[in-house]
């Protein structure tokens, strides 16, 4: 498999159930370009976005699970960059699904960069508030 994106240290939130769900988004991503590249059928793509949107929304739940349960201050904030992500990546699905859009390179280029920095800054503030309440790797 091809990686657009390489787990590593920089990622890492502490919080093993977070990372985890980090490093299952990211196989997705990696998946999804190397269909890209491979010139997979549209139909292999669409399960494959599909997946992603799928698992996205359950991951974006754990987070905002943890959150509200230890009244994370910075929770309106994060819940709606999770709620633009959602909204993005719906948008390029619907338009895939209708032919109006192909997968490209800008498009794995937006899930890797909003990914990568969205776990970097914003995530990462949310596993040190999460240690300092207490949370260990569940």
């Given at each position: ?12 939130t ?23 590249l ?36 910075g ?24 032919g ?39």
């Amino acid at each position: 498999m091809y990686e657009l994106i390489k787990w590593n240290n920089e990622l890492e939130t502490k919080i093993e159930e977070i990372d985890s769900q980090h490093k299952k988004l990211i196989q997705i991503i990696n998946k999804l370009y190397t269909a890209m590249l491979e010139k997979k059928a549209k139909n292999i793509l669409k399960d494959i976005i599909g997946e992603l949107i799928d698992y996205t929304k359950y991951h974006f739940s754990t987070e905002e699970n943890y959150m509200e349960k230890y009244n994370y201050p910075g929770y309106l904030n994060h819940k709606s960059q999770h709620g633009f992500f959602v909204r993005k990546v719906n948008e390029f699905q619907e338009k895939f699904k209708s032919g109006s859009a192909t997968l490209s390179i800008e498009i794995l280029n937006f899930l890797k960069d909003w990914l990568v920095n969205h776990i970097k800054v914003v995530d990462k503030e949310l596993g040190k508030f999460l240690i300092e309440k207490g949370v260990k790797d569940l």
